[in-house]
């Protein structure tokens, strides 16, 4: 057997004062430790009191009764009811208006279709540990204190001049901030940590996104291109096929896919109005077709609305609505004409728009 030849020091051959020494290097254990545990007690307890402070208010005032009374009232349940109806409605005002909420309609379109169920998923696991958190810091809350010290609060008054019962209150103090302490240390355990964290990114992460999209650029054609995509996929594999390819569909699936963007990509980068005109009408047109179908289904005025969507007439009357609807804000934006008198019923989505711009610094 032949030996692994030695790798030779780059020091080989320099007299020995010529070499430096390595670094010394110190252990963590030999590091001065800050003991950082009194200034968290405090906000522990401060927390802790805090909760069963809010807690007794919202009691108090009746405020979950209220809230749950109000989920209840007639007015909330008619309109739940007609939920069908009022997302066909916002269809339509999307086919022909959509295009003027271009934040708004781009940011609701990539959250939902990039970001949408990882946020939900990670919100859902976080709520129900808070949930546990309030259940224990519920069981852990002291009974109301009904001793006679409350009675004889002129006597208590005198009592505490002296310094032995001031001893005693502030030792009673010490023991009260450490249970409240306890308490919420009890309740953060039920909580995972990583799960919070989770949560805070992903949230933070929909928001950059937003916020990079309002910003205008690359990134919000991108998202145009995205979206108008997203929204054309369904129709457009309705109508292309491929009958002896069927053992390959997910490869002929993303053919359709890349092929669509590179019709899209071009025409967002040369005509970003025209393609914003086409997303809004796209979307718009998807609610108004599917949830209009589901509405007149439950009247009684269609007989299966599966079947409807299913069929060459749902695919025509969203052409229809796409093509009329792409035109009509293309020639809207061109003109820069505004609402007009829609912009009253538009008050909503005129604020939500507005927010946004302002958190993106006033661009967009």
């Known amino acids: 057997r032949v030996a692994a030849p030695r790798r030779s020091s780059p ?33 522990l307890a401060l927390a802790s009191v805090g909760y069963r402070v809010v807690a007794e208010a919202l009691a108090k005032h009746g ?5 749950t009374a109000a989920k209840d009232h007639a007015l909330v349940q008619k309109v739940s009811s007609k939920k069908e109806l009022l997302l066909a409605v916002l269809g339509l005002a999307l086919v022909f208006h959509g295009a003027h909420f271009k934040n708004l309609l781009l940011c609701s379109q990539i959250v939902a279709m990039l970001l949408y169920d990882r946020v939900t998923r990670s919100a859902s696991a976080v709520f129900a540990d808070i949930q546990t958190a309030q259940e224990k810091l519920k069981a852990d809350a002291p009974a109301a204190d009904t001793s006679s010290e409350k009675k004889d609060g002129g006597k208590d008054k005198k009592k505490k001049d002296s310094a032995k019962d001031a001893a005693k209150d502030a030792a009673k103090d010490a023991a009260k901030r450490k249970e409240d302490a ?6 953060l355990n039920a ?22 999209i309002i910003h205008g650029g690359f990134a919000q054609k991108v998202a145009i291109a995205l979206s108008l995509v997203h929204l054309l996929m369904g129709k457009v594999e309705a109508l292309v096929v491929f009958p002896e390819h069927e053992d390959v569909q997910a490869w002929t699936t993303l053919f359709l896919r890349v092929a669509l963007y590179a019709v899209v990509l071009p025409m967002t980068f040369l005509s970003p109005s025209l ?6 009408a796209a979307c718009g047109a998807q609610l108004a077709t599917e949830h209009g179908a589901r509405f007149l289904a439950k009247s009684g005025k269609l007989p299966d609305a599966d079947a409807f969507l299913a069929s060459k ?9 796409l093509a009329v609807g792409t035109l009509w804000q293309f020639w809207a ?8 008198y829609f912009g009253v019923l538009y008050f909503p ?4 728009e507005a927010l946004l711009g302002f958190l993106a610094g006033g661009s967009g």
């Open 191 to 212: 909580l995972n940590a990583e799960k919070l964290s989770a949560s805070a990114l992903e949230l933070l992460g929909a928001l950059l996104v937003c916020m990079l």
């Open 182 to 187: 306890e308490a919420a240390k009890k309740a």
């Open 333 to 340: 934006l061109l003109a820069g004409s505004g609402l007009g």
């Open 63 to 67: 405020v979950v009764e209220k809230v």
């Open 275 to 280: 393609a914003l005109a086409m997303t809004a």
């Open 11 to 43: 020091h080989a051959g320099l007299p020995p004062e010529c070499v430096t020494p390595p670094p010394p290097t110190i252990a963590m254990a030999d590091l001065p430790k800050f003991n950082a545990g009194p200034v968290l007690a405090v906000p």
């Open 349 to 352: 989505a005129f604020v939500a």
């Open 313 to 321: 007439k749902c695919l025509l009357t969203v052409a229809a609505l």
